[in-house]
């Protein structure tokens, strides 16, 4: 699976917006770009997804860069309940034949909400 | 539709015991996967299925780990023996066979002393 790179760290205040970046310089054409988020104590959980277009859907907005290079991931209004680790990973689109489908998780960025 | 059930939530065990973690996947997912997740690693890909299958077992970390996939409702991870180092949360994972999303189970912590 290609890299992609986040910051380790971030802060938000609850009832704003977070913006969460992720840069993927070397994706490839059949890369999609999904999101997981892992609570404490919890299994990852996940987002979202997409290939080009932005996506919206009950927990996020995922906004894709034109070059597809980068991509954000919005939480309109964060809350203490999306107080996370949240992973960006990109997941090969192709069909192998054996069922290809594996996400490989790296870091991650650790999102803090501050009442 | 419940989840990914993992059974046990929680184990102990001693060095040298046989242990065994159980997965049941959503039904009609036809992939399935096991991760591990420690500090120091984070999440690691031990194995996954398709079709109840094994693809890729190359993040099994040793001969001691293993694991089978009878029919498209269960599959188990079994360590034999067990270590110390081998303490981590277990997760399994399915999926539609198509670019869509995983769901984990919640996860079997295991410390092995």
């Known amino acids: ?115 | 539709d419940a989840g990914v059930i993992q059974s046990p939530r929680h184990e102990v065990t001693e060095m040298g015991q046989e242990v065994t973690l159980r997965c049941k996947p959503i039904s009609g997912h036809n992939s399935l996967f096991w991760y591990r997740q420690t500090m120091m690693r984070g999440l690691e890909l031990l194995i996954y299925f398709n079709n109840n299958v094994p693809i890729d077992d190359s993040g099994m970390p040793e001969d001691r780990f293993s694991a089978k996939m009878p029919n498209a409702s269960f599959s188990t991870l079994k360590i034999q023996p067990s270590e110390p180092r081998d303490s981590a949360v277990y997760f399994c994972a399915s999926s539609l066979a198509v670019i869509s999303g995983y769901t984990f189970g919640s996860g079997t912590r295991l410390t092995v002393v």
């Open chain 1, 1 to 115: 699976d290609a890299k992609t790179t986040q910051p380790n760290s971030m802060e938000s205040n609850e009832e704003e917006p977070v913006h969460l970046p992720c840069n993927h310089s070397t994706i490839s054409g059949t890369d999609y770009i999904h999101w997981y988020r892992q609570l404490p104590s919890q299994g990852p959980e996940y987002v979202i997804h997409g290939l080009t277009s932005n996506v919206n859907n009950r927990m996020a907005s995922l906004a894709i860069a034109e070059d597809r290079k980068s991509s954000t991931l919005i939480l309109h209004r964060a809350t203490l309940r999306d107080a996370a680790v949240y992973y960006c990973i990109l997941r090969d689109g192709r069909n192998s034949g054996a069922g290809s489908y594996q996400l490989t998780f790296g870091k991650g960025t650790k999102l803090s909400v501050i009442p």
